[in-house]
């Protein structure tokens, strides 16, 4: 998944800095669901979404829908375990919060909100190839495995590189 920075252009306040995008099916799927706390400045953006439910969910959530162009469309403060919002039939996007982050911001209906990627995870050098840090990242199934090596690669210098 990737992380986003989420700010409210209408207050200049930044909602969440490591706001995780869920734009396939099984990541909308999968949701929040089992895990034990949204720390603070994380989050949750769903794509395409139009109603949120909080089953498997064991602490409560702040809600956004946003439309296509970034307007909040409706508010869900403090959604508590085991509830499901309405449809909201403008909303393109779903952002799942802390809770007591609606309010700590002052974010409302018709607030502008604009998100781009979060710097990415430490990247540390010693000369050699890059070493990721993915702490703090949930697992990705979907990323490719490096290449293996091929017959052409041993052929050419009798050994794998």
């Known amino acids: 998944m990737r992380l986003l920075t989420v700010r409210n252009k209408t207050r200049g306040r930044i909602l969440g800095e490591r706001v995780h995008l869920a734009d ?3 990541t909308r799927l999968r949701g929040l669901a089992g895990t034990t706390r949204l720390p603070r400045g994380g989050g ?3 794509s395409p979404c139009h109603t949120v439910h909080t089953v498997g ?3 409560a959530l702040d809600v956004l829908f946003i439309d296509r162009r970034g307007s909040v469309v409706a508010v869900y403060p403090n959604l508590r375990p085991m509830r499901v919002t309405r449809w909201i039939n403008d909303a ?3 952002l799942e919060l802390p809770s007591g982050t609606i309010a700590s911001t002052g974010t409302q209906v018709r607030d502008r909100l604009a998100w781009v990627p979060s ?5 540390e050098t010693d000369g050699q190839r890059p070493n990721i840090s993915r702490e703090g ?3 990705t199934h979907h990323e490719r495995p490096p290449p ?4 052409n690669d041993v ?3 009798g050994r794998f590189t």
């Open 24 to 26: 396939t099916f099984m």
């Open 44 to 46: 949750l953006l769903l």
């Open 57 to 59: 969910c064991i602490y």
């Open 92 to 94: 393109e996007y779903a």
């Open 119 to 123: 710097p990415g995870p430490l990247v």
């Open 137 to 139: 990242l949930p697992p």
């Open 148 to 151: 293996s090596p091929s017959w």
């Open 155 to 157: 052929r050419s210098n």
